[in-house]
């Protein structure tokens, strides 16, 4: 039945016009950072060695990640939102009675394509940014080694899909396709930045738990905090086991 659950998730998700629509937007993030990686490397080959030292660096990822993240939560949300827009999910529920194996399935769906899509953005940003900066040393080269560079792409890509299921999980306690997106909006941009402004000791603790902040953690590659590389993995794994655990709860106490 499980099978049969997500081939009949897959089929819908790649029915629906917007699938498309936000996968080739995403999949456009890989030449805005490809083109902000060059910009920014011709301009440390122009700059002086006091202006080199202080360049930033040419990992545009900082700047393709949130793009990436609104996309796959838009995703995520929508794979049942947008059935309890058109009262589809009444259908849904006939066919698939069982309520806990309706939302497996798409979370199965929705956090496989986040998962293929992140990994495809993040992994080639990476190959592309490195031949971008060749062997150009630090702070213009993001990373000390490939091994480093690779596992950060990595974690960027798992966090592609926490966020999409993050974002399902929502959707079924809330059924509303906005009212997700601006809580995923406060939750993966507004609130890493709210914590910016908070006394330095109350950052230092909130910061390493924010969505964004978590594959630097993970990677290896984000050292001064108190959160270790396998705490940082447990937070990504709690994120979306207690949104799709609110969700499984919504779907199954309340009607259609």
């Known amino acids: 039945m499980t099978t049969d659950v997500i081939a009949a998730e897959w089929a819908k998700l790649r029915t629906?016009?917007?699938?498309?629509?936000?996968?080739?937007?995403?999949?456009?993030?890989?030449?805005?950072?490809?083109?902000?990686?060059?910009?920014?490397?011709?301009?440390?080959?122009?700059?002086?060695?006091?202006?080199?030292?202080?360049?930033?660096?040419?990992?545009?990822?900082?700047?393709?990640?949130?793009f990436l993240l609104f996309l796959v939560a838009t995703l995520g949300a929508l794979v049942i939102t947008a059935e309890y827009g058109t009262r589809a999910i009444q259908a849904s529920l006939v066919v698939v009675p069982r309520r806990g194996a309706l939302l497996a399935g798409k979370a199965v769906v929705a956090g496989g394509v986040a998962l293929v899509v992140g990994m495809a953005v993040a992994i080639?940003?990476?190959?592309?940014?490195?031949?971008?900066?060749?062997?150009?040393?630090?702070?213009?080269?993001?990373w000390s080694s490939a091994t480093q560079a690779f596992a950060s792409a990595f974690a960027t890509g798992l966090l592609a899909?926490?966020?999409?299921?993050?974002?399902l999980g929502l959707g079924a306690v809330l059924r509303s396709s906005a009212g997700t997106l601006v809580t995923m909006g406060a939750l993966v941009f507004v609130?890493?930045?709210?914590?910016?402004?908070?006394?330095?000791?109350?950052?230092?603790?909130?910061?390493?738990?924010?969505?964004?902040?978590?594959?630097?953690?993970?990677?290896?590659?984000?050292?001064?905090?108190?959160?270790?590389?396998?705490?940082?993995?447990?937070?990504?794994?709690?994120y979306p086991v207690l949104a799709l655990g609110a969700g499984a709860l919504a779907i199954g106490r309340r009607d259609a």
């Open 161 to 167: 899909m926490v966020v999409a299921l993050i974002a």
């Open 191 to 238: 609130l890493p930045v709210v914590t910016e402004f908070l006394p330095a000791r109350w950052a230092a603790g909130i910061s390493p738990l924010c969505l964004p902040n978590l594959p630097g953690i993970l990677a290896g590659t984000t050292t001064d905090t108190w959160l270790s590389p396998a705490g940082a993995a447990a937070v990504l794994v709690a």
């Open 124 to 142: 080639g940003l990476t190959v592309a940014v490195r031949a971008v900066v060749g062997d150009r040393p630090a702070p213009i080269n993001p």
């Open 16 to 66: 629906l016009r917007s699938t498309y629509y936000l996968l080739g937007a995403a999949l456009l993030a890989l030449p805005i950072g490809i083109a902000l990686a060059m910009a920014i490397t011709s301009s440390w080959d122009g700059a002086s060695g006091v202006d080199r030292a202080h360049s930033a660096s040419a990992d545009s990822g900082a700047v393709v990640q949130p």
